[in-house]
Each structure stands twice: as C-alpha cells, then as structure tokens.
C-alpha cells in the first residue's frame, strides 16, 4: 500500500521517445600528393532523462566512431600520378562504440581542388565514379572483386552534391526511421561493434588531357540514430 500511494504521489515521468542523430564527418583527399586529415571524426551523445523520484536512471548513448582505435587517423586515400583506368581502395571501419544499438547512412559531395591557375583543364570530379563496398571476407579492399554488388555507387560525382547542404545519399539514407539500406550495428561491447565499408573511386579510362594535373577532394558523411523505439 505505502508503494502504490508513493507511486500516486511522485508518478514516474513518461519516457522520451523522440528519435535523437548524430552526424559523423569525415573528410578524403583524393588523388592528391599530401594526405588530409580526417575531421570530426569521434562524435557522441548520451540520451538523458530526468526522474522526479528518489533513485537513478541510467540511459544509453549512440556513439558511432570511424576508427576506434585512434579517431584522428588520416584515411588512406590519397594518390598520386593516378593515370586514366586505375582505381584507389580504402577502408572505412564504422564503430558503434555506444550502448544502443544504431543503424546509420552515408553520404557524399565533392570538391574541385584543382589549382589555380590549373595544368589541367577539366574537372576531375567528372571522370571519377565512387562505389561503397563491402568488405566481406576479403582481406583487403583492393581484394574486392570488381563484380561485387555495391552497397551504393555512383557513375560519376560529378558537380551537383558540391556541400554539406547538398550531399547526396549513396548507402540508406539519412531521413529519420528505418529506410531501405541503412546499415545496422548492434551495441559496442568491449571496443564496439564494427565493420568495415570499402571505398572505391575509379578514374574513367576514357579521360582526355584536360584531366591531366587535377585533382579533387570527396567527403563522406555518416548520419546515425538510434533503432530502439525508432
């Protein structure tokens, strides 16, 4: 009797259920001499709630992570005296390092950073294609055969998703809810959860000398949110 009135006096607040995201940057220089580092690549959030009553609550969190074994690594792709037909690899390792499990999104936009005044001519961002891969059982990305179904892909990045603002979707898609793609990651434990996405940018074989001495930059993006209640 004195736990019912307790409960009628101090009712316990209902639970939020708004779905809470984070957004992940990561930065890839391409086709260029010097590496560029990876930015903001570590971001996290603990869901909180408030309880009226005598005791505590504790809450998970959602923290997706691009290498959880140092977040201010470089990621290795960057080239040099890449020729028309050759095609860079690199691995990108997605870490739940939260206690929720998430699923999460990618998306891309690109930059010219040809020099000014240029050698060449072109833009390169129109003779590159980019496919995200999955790693599997292979042991390196270069080791992916080139039939392998993408998660996503793209024939050229071509000059539309040029900014943050207009970045486009290439793995399931950043809009709230469960959408068809989205990859799921179940709650890190000891070092996280992870897996391993693959990275292919192809120079188009058919590339004329306008493209010579350019270059370009590709970003990706990762969108993560919460799968519980959501």
Known sequence: MDELLQEMIDPEPPRRDGARRW??????GVFTLVGVGVTSLTTSAVFTDTDSVAGDLLSGTVVVTLDPTDPTSTLALNAGNVAPGDVVNAPLVVTNSGSLALRYAV????????Q????????????LSLSILPLGANASCAAVPANTTPLGSVTTLGTVAISDATAAKIVGDPATGAQTGDRDLSAGTQGGNSETLCVRLTFDKNATNIYQATSAKLHLRIDSEQTVNN
């Open 23 to 28: 957004r992940l940057w990561t930065t890839i």
């Open 107 to 114: 998306s891309y936009w690109s930059e010219n950073t040809t």
């Open 116 to 127: 000014n005044p240029p050698t060449g001519a072109g833009d390169l961002r129109n003779m």
